[in-house]
């Protein structure tokens, strides 16, 4: 089967997109709602406490299906097959309102992301990929790797036969609020921003090598780009030799995009 929309949501994100949000706790509740800055760095300052909320939470994790077809009848076939495959998994049939409710909030995947930077946070999103097979593992492993330093939430999308991409986002505390920034000098402007650089630098590491050590990609469809290159050895290995032949083939100058990806 060949669904036009396949996402698999966390037990967070299943509950946002339910009929019920409020059963979300109060300190989830203000990341996703954009809170006040400091109920929202009150929140940042505890990442392991904001993923052990998350492993509490219900199990069941929503699957959005939707197909389409040259007719009406053809997709409304398919869908039923997939109904069929579902309840074969002991799966419950929601109906069509919980999908439309998932796809009416998936702006909501910003996570208010202005009110998290005005209030001192940091956000990565990161794409990676993996075989099916591996896709739990992984996403267990970059949770336990960076749950200390940032709040990770996963959703499983861009699915294919082979596997799919896990699309991750690290929230984590970064530094003063933009209005204490404001006030203050501009050597303490770029002090809090190279600490902050760094805290987002040690979390995005320890999610990559996470990734690394699970054997999956590093980028699913966003590209590696200049933060995630120093693991693009660990995941090519010896590939990288073809690559580097491969450049000097083609680009004997060293004029096309020199420096990147290790090249």
């Known amino acids: 089967m060949r669904p036009a929309i396949a996402q698999l949501h966390d037990p967070l994100d299943t509950l946002l997109a339910g009929a019920d949000p409020l059963r979300v706790p109060q300190p989830l509740r203000?990341?996703?709602?954009?809170a006040q800055a400091?109920?929202?760095r009150l929140s940042l300052r505890?990442?392991?406490?904001?993923?052990?909320?998350?492993d509490a939470l219900p199990a069941a994790s929503l699957l959005v299906l939707a197909f389409d077809g040259e007719s009406e009848e053809y997709a409304a076939h398919e869908g039923e097959v997939a109904l069929a495959i579902c309840d074969r998994a002991r799966g419950e049939n929601l109906g069509p309102a919980a999908g439309e409710r998932s796809l009416q909030s998936m702006h909501r995947a910003s996570w208010a992301q202005a009110p998290l930077f005005?209030?001192?946070?940091?956000?990565?999103?990161?794409?990676?990929?993996?075989?099916?097979?591996?896709?739990?593992?992984?996403?267990?492993?970059?949770?336990?790797?960076?749950?200390?330093?940032?709040?990770?939430?996963?959703?499983?999308?861009?699915?294919?036969?082979?596997?799919?991409?896990?699309?991750?986002?690290?929230l984590g505390f970064a530094g003063a609020p933009a209005?204490?920034?404001?006030?203050?000098?501009?050597?303490?402007?770029?002090a809090d921003l190279e600490e902050a650089q760094q805290r987002r630098e040690t979390a995005l590491a320890a999610a990559l090598s996470a990734v690394a050590d699970e054997g999956a990609t590093i980028s699913h469809h966003s590209g590696v780009g200049a933060s995630r290159h120093v693991f693009l050895r660990r995941e090519l290995g010896e590939g990288i030799r073809q690559l580097r032949a491969l450049k000097k083939a083609f680009d004997p100058r060293g004029i096309l995009n020199p420096g990147k990806l290790l090249l």
């Open 118 to 170: 005005a209030a001192g946070a940091f956000v990565e999103m990161l794409d990676v990929a993996t075989t099916w097979e591996r896709a739990e593992a992984l996403c267990l492993a970059v949770r336990r790797a960076a749950e200390g330093l940032a709040f990770v939430r996963a959703q499983f999308a861009n699915a294919a036969p082979e596997g799919c991409a896990l699309e991750l986002s690290l």
């Open 38 to 40: 400091e109920a929202l």
């Open 30 to 34: 203000w990341l996703v709602e954009g």
């Open 179 to 190: 209005e204490e920034i404001a006030r203050g000098t501009r050597d303490d402007a770029e």
């Open 46 to 54: 505890a990442p392991l406490l904001l993923n052990r909320l998350v």
